[in-house]
């Protein structure tokens, strides 16, 4: 039998429509993703202290934050099943979802997949990935060869300097590498990069290559305004440069933009498809915050919710 609603992602976004949409008793099923575009749960599952979400005026841990959401949606009866998504058929209704294990029929379905990592695209990055090259400070950071080492992050966004700041804990020294001299991070962000002595900045600059021989041993980095090369010994690499959106397995089944984001018709999260709704980071290349992705899910929710009432099928 079909279900009420599919909510394909897990983050703060799918689990806030997941609640919703429980409450509402439509039963949802929420794919939570696994191994394509990160994670279960999303970013916040890799990220440390969350400062800014209502609620906590001491902060909570990412993951924390995520499984209280999580236990939420299950109380009012969200089933959760943690797989991907490989393709979907939005042609004919009741719409299918599907993977090599099961094929999911739908009468609404809520993305919410959100976004992954940028890499850049060098072959010495390929070559030592895993080995000292990484996107995620949080899950390799602590690793033991990293202790006391000089470590580089690539980015000028919040994402580099929670990841900068986050390493000085294990490294003796962070190179905090950034392609212009402005940050695009905020300013309470920037004042904690720059009052922290190990955190050196290194500005105008990317990446040239990353060398070493089992491991990264260090990395060339090009000056953009003298075309310079300098060498730096450094033995991890976090890149931190911005995200992707999750939209693959949709590509070819429902409108994109041109960078890949869902597009919805705003203020409404309602894409070019009946029934289906777009939510949090996968629809936003703009705002990106765990409480705009759960308000945009909280808006997903209720517009399944009226669009399965107005077809009889609520
Ligand atoms: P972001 O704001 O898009 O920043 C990406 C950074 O990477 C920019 O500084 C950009 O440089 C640089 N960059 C992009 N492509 C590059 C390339 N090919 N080579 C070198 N540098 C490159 O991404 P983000 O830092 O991941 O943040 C995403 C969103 O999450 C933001 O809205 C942010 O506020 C939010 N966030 C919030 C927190 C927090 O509040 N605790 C923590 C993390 C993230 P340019 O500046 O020159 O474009």
């Not at 983050?11 to 794919?31: E, F, K, M, N």
């Amino acid at each position: 039998m079909a279900k009420k609603v599919v909510i394909v992602g897990s983050g703060p976004a799918g689990l806030t429509a997941a609640i919703y949409t429980a409450r509402a008793d439509l039963q949802p099923l929420v794919i939570e993703g696994f191994t394509k575009g990160g994670q279960a749960g999303g970013q916040l599952m890799t990220t440390t202290e969350v400062e800014n979400f209502p609620g906590f005026p001491e902060g909570i841990d990412g993951p924390e934050l995520i499984m209280n959401m999580k236990k939420q949606a299950e109380r009012f009866g969200a089933e959760f099943i943690m797989e991907d998504i490989d393709k979907v058929d939005f042609s004919s209704k009741p719409y299918t979802l599907s993977n090599s294990n099961r094929t999911i029929t739908a009468h609404s379905v809520i993305i919410s997949t959100g976004a992954s990592a940028r890499i850049l695209d060098l072959p010495s990055v390929k070559k030592f990935w895993g080995k000292g090259v990484s996107a995620c400070a949080t899950c390799d950071g602590a690793l033991p060869m990293f202790r006391n080492q000089v470590i580089a992050v690539i980015g000028g966004g919040d994402s580099a300097i929670e990841e900068a700041s986050f390493l000085t804990r294990f490294a003796s020294k962070v190179l905090l590498i950034h392609r212009r001299q402005e940050f695009r991070a905020s300013k309470a962000m920037q004042k904690r990069a720059f009052d922290n002595p190990k955190i050196e900045l290194v500005l105008d600059s990317v990446l040239d290559e990353v060398y070493g021989s089992q491991f990264m041993e260090g990395i060339k980095v090009k000056n953009v305004k003298t075309d310079e090369i300098s060498d730096y010994a450094c033995k991890g690499l976090f890149m931190a440069i911005g995200h992707v959106p999750n939209t693959d397995f949709i590509k070819d089944a429902i409108d994109l933009n041109e960078k890949g984001y869902i597009k919805v018709k705003h203020p409404s999260t309602a894409t070019n498809i009946e029934g289906v709704f777009g939510c949090g980071d996968v629809i936003d290349p703009h705002y990106r915050q765990a409480i705009t992705a759960a308000g945009t899910g909280c808006a997903a929710a209720l517009d399944a919710e009226r669009w399965l009432q107005a077809n009889d099928l609520g």
